[in-house]
């Protein structure tokens, strides 16, 4: 069985190496880029939202490169992500390639189960083995990876270097991809913090005629967009650089959790809670998640969210006016950008530039009006 998955930032290094425990080979598709895009863009509905035609684009280059199956998180939800794997199956078998197609949902539990028992030659107590063993190497590729991005993206602002720092991620990406043992990735791990404090951060030093302090901003919306940086232009990183802490309400790691086993409950139920003020039922996507996160991004100090949502993207489209509602009562500023295969990368960054200079004097301002003695410079 050689098995491909829709490709989505660093997700392939948490899922590759436990379904490879667990018998398959995996074909990993190469990154996005304006080819794939290019190419599910022809194949997909014409106003169908931009995940699905750069997942569709990616399905075809894997089943290019020897794939046979494919697979899928699915599930009867009210976003179209649930219908992705079943409509884009119906493409592909049309388009006349052939492969199995597997739906990773509650309801074929019993399916996954037989699949991966004849992966082991139906020795059943072998594909328990397996299974755990897979498990817990996801568990901590996942801990490691979400540890890496937390120390990237709160170091990056400061950096002297920035690319320094954005090389050290490289690497750790690449040691985690390459560390499949529980013992080494436990010492990789711990190794972490140490590497990120030996970058030189001497914004933390006004001498250098740095300030002293960063913006802080909360990154919502709809997952693929979050998470995938092609599509995104790799916001996290482009902000870090221009001296903005940059946090994500969901990253590669944590989508397995969150959307594959239904973790983080708590998180979840937190966010929503706080929506509920405006946002009764969740109607789709991450519709009720991005506004919760807003509301607790405010209480928390932050100075500003960022919301990022396929055009034509229904759940994003129809909380936007919640959204803004909610950022004008809570006294936080909103920036929502809208991606599909027509956005331009100059634009969108021209948008990001205009946004942190606005937090940048706002943040002033507000320490002005602490003083009343400052002198204001309109």
């Not at 425990?21 to 169908?48: C, F, H, R």
């Not at 390639?97 to 309801?107: A, N, S, W």
């Not at 937190?270 to 405006?278: D, F, G, H, L, M």
Request: hydrophobic share 40%; with cysteine.
């Amino acid at each position: 069985m050689r098995v491909a998955f829709p490709y989505m930032g660093d997700i392939y290094i948490v899922l590759t190496p436990m379904l490879e425990t667990l018998g398959a080979e995996v074909i990993v598709p190469p990154e996005p880029n304006a080819e794939t895009l290019t190419l599910g863009a022809q194949l997909a509905p014409e106003t169908i939202c931009l995940p699905f035609k750069l997942t569709l684009g990616n399905m075809v280059e894997a089943l290019k490169l020897g794939a046979d199956t494919l697979i899928y998180v699915t599930g009867s939800w009210s976003c179209r992500f649930g219908y992705y794997g079943r409509l884009q199956a119906k493409i592909l078998y049309d388009l006349g390639y052939k492969f199995q197609f597997i739906e990773l949902r509650r309801d074929r539990i019993f399916d996954i189960i037989k699949r991966v028992i004849l992966l082991n030659n139906g020795n059943f107590s072998r594909a328990i083995v397996k299974t755990l063993k897979a498990f817990r190497l996801g568990y901590l590729k996942a801990k490691t990876l979400e540890n890496a991005y937390l120390l990237a993206n709160r170091t990056l602002p400061y950096a002297l270097k920035p690319k320094e720092c954005q090389k050290l991620f490289k690497e750790v990406l690449k040691e985690v991809h390459q560390t499949n043992t529980p013992r080494e990735l436990n010492k990789l791990l711990c190794s972490l913090p140490g590497r990120f404090e030996k970058i030189d951060c001497g914004r933390t030093n006004p001498k250098v005629g740095q300030t002293s302090e960063v913006l802080r901003v909360k990154l919502v919306g709809e997952s693929f967009c979050v998470i995938e940086p092609f599509v995104n232009f790799e916001i996290t990183q482009r902000l870090g650089e221009m001296g903005v802490i940059v946090d994500p309400f969901l990253t590669a790691p944590r989508w397995v959790g969150f959307h594959g086993f239904r973790l983080n409950k708590k998180e979840v139920i937190k966010a929503q809670k706080a929506a509920r003020k405006y946002w009764r039922y969740c109607v789709g996507g991450e519709d009720a998640n991005s506004l919760g996160h807003l509301i607790l991004a405010a209480r928390a100090g932050y100075d500003g969210v960022i919301h990022l949502h396929p055009f034509a993207c229904m759940p994003g489209t129809v909380v936007q006016p919640v959204l803004i509602k909610a950022s004008q009562e809570y006294d936080i500023p909103l920036l929502s950008l809208s991606l599909d295969e027509h956005t331009s990368e100059a634009g969108f960054l021209t948008r990001l530039e205009a946004f942190v200079a606005l937090l940048k004097r706002r943040r002033r301002s507000h320490k002005n009006s602490l003083n009343p003695f400052a002198k204001v410079t309109l």
